[in-house]
């Protein structure tokens, strides 16, 4: 069955540090691959998105994320986190089965410390 | 704009009872679903709509029921609630596919 793995459920970085989220994620075919934040207590939002264009996908709030169809993976990288960074962070990935579904994974919570 | 609208953001239930979660978007968007999130599964698919009138199942849609008569409202109906139902609940919207989706503030159910 078609799923997404995030690797780590927890991740804690140093203010000014880079951030490391990965994504794996299993497809039949070349899916679409989006990135989610959701603050604590909001709803979420969408971060970027891959839809089979470039390979390396810049988003808001100067997070980008590497499709790599060899090692199925799509894992979000920031250069320096802020503490406003500080959220949970949801991979998700389009349905082979049908193209008016998404799957979410389970998600990484993101903790700054300053 | 107001975005995706969701009422109530708490709820608490007794076992058995049911209740509407309401869900409404001002931009026009023809695809709503909602999704329930639980520690540690991400979100899941509960029902989702294409458009007025056509509504699908998601993942876990058991003890869901939901309609679409406009465009603008997405309602959620809980028959007979369960206390496996407590979770959060968020409503979402977009353009047509669920390519960039709109998330409303989510509503805080538990059920006794």
């Known amino acids: 069955a078609q799923s997404v793995t995030q690797l780590d459920s927890h991740v804690s970085v140093s203010e000014g540090t880079p951030v490391l989220l990965r994504c794996n994620y299993s497809?039949?075919?070349?899916?679409?691959l989006f990135w989610y934040v959701q603050h604590p207590n909001k709803g979420l939002q969408l971060l970027l998105k891959?839809?089979?264009?470039?390979?390396l996908v810049k988003g808001i709030n100067g997070f980008e994320a590497e499709f790599k169809k060899s090692e199925t993976s799509f894992h979000l990288t920031k250069p320096s986190a802020h503490m406003s960074d500080a959220a949970e962070y949801f991979c998700?990935?389009?349905?082979?089965?049908?193209?008016?579904?998404?799957?979410f994974g389970p998600g990484t919570s993101l903790s700054v410390i300053p | 704009n107001a975005g995706v609208t969701q009422t109530p953001k708490f709820q608490v239930l007794k076992t058995g009872q049911s209740m509407t979660l309401q869900c409404a978007q001002d931009m026009n968007h023809e695809y709503m679903s909602w999704y329930r999130q639980d520690p540690g599964m991400g979100l899941r698919l509960i029902h989702y709509?294409?458009?007025?009138?056509?509504?699908d199942q998601g993942e876990v849609p058991n003890g869901y029921n939901v309609s679409r008569s406009t465009t603008e409202d997405f309602p959620l109906r809980l028959l007979s609630a369960a206390p496996s139902q407590t979770s959060v609940y968020f409503c979402?919207?977009?353009?047509?596919?669920?390519?960039?989706?709109?998330f409303g503030s989510g509503t805080q159910l538990s059920v006794l």
């Open positions: 709509s294409v458009g007025a009138g056509i509504t």
């Open positions: 891959y839809t089979s264009a470039a390979t």
């Open positions: 998700v990935v389009s349905d082979e089965t049908s193209y008016d579904k998404v799957i």
């Open positions: 979402a919207s977009s353009f047509r596919r669920p390519e960039k989706l709109f």
């Open positions: 497809s039949s075919y070349s899916p679409s």
